[in-house]
DNA sequence: TACCCGTGGGG
DNA sequence: TCCCCAAGGGT
C-alpha cells in the first residue's frame, strides 16, 4: 500500500532544485558492466532456465502463436491453448485457410479475442503478401496485425537468432528495479528501451531475450523477488537501497464502474435457443451472445430486456422466470448478468445491432464460441434442463 | 496519447 | 472480498 504512487507528484524532484536532469530524464546508468551481466545471465539461463514448449523450435510459426497467446497472459495459462491451436491450425496455411469462426472456437476462454483474429488475419496477408513464409526482417514482421515492436523482438530473436530488444512486463520490472526507476515505467519507456537495447546480447540474442523473461517471471516478480538468488544481485540499484517491493511504481487507477445487465434466453415454439453474434469490433468482437443490455435507472430488469430485445432484434417476447444471476470482470468494468428465461411472441428477430442471429439447440451450441461469462449460463441451462 | 481490450490466479 | 497483474497491440 506505500507504494501506491500519485504520478504528478514525481515529475519534480523533491531534492535539489538545481538539478537540471531527474532519473525521469536519466534512468541509465553511466557504468554498467555489460558484458559481466549478459554473462552471469546466460549462465544462470543455463541452469534455471524454464522448458517450454515452443523454446528451440526450428519454425517461426509455433513460436509466433506462443508470442500471440502469451500477451498479458500467464504461461500456465497458455500452455494448453498452444497446443490445442497447433493441432488445430498446425501450418499458417492451414490457419489462413480456416474460417474465423473456427479460429475463435479454439481462442474461445483465452481472451482479448482480437489476438485470434488478426493472428486469423496475418495469416492470410502471409500467404498472400510473403509466399507463406513467416517474413524475417523485423520491417515486414511489424506489417502484420498483432505484432507491434516487443512481439517482434520475440519472434525474431526467438526464431531467427537475432539481435532485436524487447520490452515486455517482465524485462520492464527488471530493468525498473535495476536502475530504481523512480517513476512509473509508463513514463520512462523511450528510456526502458535504450536500456534493453543496451543490455542485449549481441551474440546469443535468442538466450538473452528468454533468458531476462524468465528472470522477471521467475526471481524478480511483482510480489516477493526472490532477490538473493538473483544473478543480477549485485548490479540492481533498487535491491541495494531495499526498494524492490515498492518497484516498478503504480499508476493510480480509477475503480471500475458497475453494469447491470438483463440477459434474455429466449425460447421459440420449438424450444430452440435464440442468440447472436457480435460485431467483429470492440468488445467480444465476434463471439457469440445471450441478447440483452443495460439496465436504465428506474427500469425493472423485465422491462430492460423486453425493451432491449424489441430495439436489438426487433420481436416482441415474454419475459419468465428468473434463470441465474452472475457477476463478471473486464479490464475497464463490472457487469452483474441477470438472466430471465423468455419466450418468443411474435417477429422475425433481425440483426439491427449485431452480425447475426441463429436459432439454435442446446445440443449444438457448443459448436458456437461464447465469452466466459456467457459459458456459465450455458452450464446453468444444462443443470436446469436435467 | 490515453483508452480500449478477457480471464485466471495470488495475496 | 477486492485489488493486482500477467511474454502488449490497436486506435
Redesign the pocket.
Known amino acids: 500500500m506505500g507504494?501506491?504512487v500519485n504520478p504528478s507528484r514525481n515529475k519534480t524532484p523533491l531534492t535539489s532544485p538545481h538539478s537540471s536532469t531527474s532519473p525521469v530524464d536519466n534512468p541509465i546508468l553511466p557504468d554498467l558492466p555489460v558484458g559481466e551481466m549478459r554473462s552471469t545471465l546466460q549462465d544462470w539461463y543455463q541452469q534455471q532456465g524454464?522448458k517450454?514448449p515452443?523454446?528451440n523450435h526450428p519454425h517461426p510459426y509455433p513460436i509466433w502463436v506462443?508470442?500471440i497467446m502469451?500477451?498479458?497472459?500467464?504461461?500456465?495459462?497458455v500452455i494448453p491453448y498452444y497446443y490445442r491451436w497447433l493441432e488445430a491450425f498446425p501450418t499458417v496455411e492451414k490457419l489462413a485457410q480456416a474460417d474465423q469462426q473456427q479460429v475463435l472456437k479454439v481462442w474461445?476462454?483465452?481472451?482479448?479475442?482480437?489476438?485470434g483474429r488478426?493472428l486469423h488475419k496475418a495469416a492470410q496477408k502471409i500467404m498472400q503478401d510473403f509466399g507463406g513464409q513467416f517474413p524475417d526482417t523485423l520491417a515486414k514482421v511489424?506489417t502484420?496485425?498483432?505484432?507491434?515492436?516487443?512481439?517482434?523482438g520475440?519472434i525474431l530473436s526467438?526464431a531467427f537468432n537475432q539481435p532485436v530488444s524487447i520490452l515486455?512486463?517482465?524485462v520492464?520490472?527488471v530493468l525498473a528495479r535495476l536502475t530504481a526507476l523512480s517513476v512509473p515505467p509508463?513514463q520512462a519507456v523511450s528510456q526502458l528501451w535504450q536500456l534493453s537495447d543496451r543490455l542485449l546480447d549481441p551474440e546469443q540474442p535468442r538466450d538473452y531475450n528468454?533468458a531476462i523473461?524468465?528472470l522477471?517471471?521467475t526471481i524478480c516478480?511483482?510480489?516477493?523477488p526472490a532477490c538473493l538468488l538473483c544473478p543480477w544481485q549485485q548490479y540492481c540499484q533498487a535491491y541495494h537501497q531495499g526498494i524492490q517491493t515498492q518497484i516498478?511504481m503504480?499508476?493510480t487507477?480509477a475503480?471500475?464502474p458497475h453494469k447491470n445487465i438483463g440477459v434474455a434466453v429466449i425460447r421459440n415454439a420449438e424450444d430452440e435457443i435464440l442468440i447472436d453474434r457480435r460485431l467483429d469490433e470492440?468488445?467480444?468482437?465476434g463471439?457469440w451472445e445471450f441478447p440483452g443490455g443495460k439496465i436504465e435507472e428506474n427500469e425493472t430488469i423485465e422491462d430492460c430486456i423486453k425493451r432491449e430485445i424489441q430495439e436489438e432484434l426487433g420481436i416482441a417476447i415474454a419475459v419468465e422466470d428468473h434463470l441465474i444471476t452472475l457477476d463478471?470482470?473486464?479490464?475497464?468494468?463490472r457487469v452483474t448478468l441477470n438472466v430471465y428465461n423468455c419466450r418468443h411472441l411474435e417477429g422475425k428477430p433481425q440483426a439491427i445491432e449485431c452480425q447475426e442471429i441463429r436459432w439454435v439447440s442446446l445440443e449444438e451450441i457448443d459448436q458456437f464460441p461464447?465469452?466466459?461469462?456467457n459459458?456459465q449460463i450455458i452450464d446453468a441451462l444444462r443443470k436446469a434442463q436435467t
Open positions: 507504494s501506491r524454464r517450454l515452443w523454446r506462443s508470442e502469451l500477451q498479458q497472459t500467464q504461461v500456465k495459462t474461445e476462454g483465452l481472451g482479448y479475442y482480437a489476438r488478426n511489424l502484420l496485425p498483432g505484432i507491434g515492436r516487443t512481439t517482434a520475440g526467438a515486455d512486463g517482465n520492464k520490472r509508463r528468454q523473461m524468465d522477471g517471471a516478480t511483482p510480489k516477493n516498478p503504480r499508476e487507477k475503480p471500475l470492440g468488445l467480444l468482437g463471439l463478471h470482470a473486464y479490464t475497464h468494468f461464447f465469452p466466459k461469462a459459458s
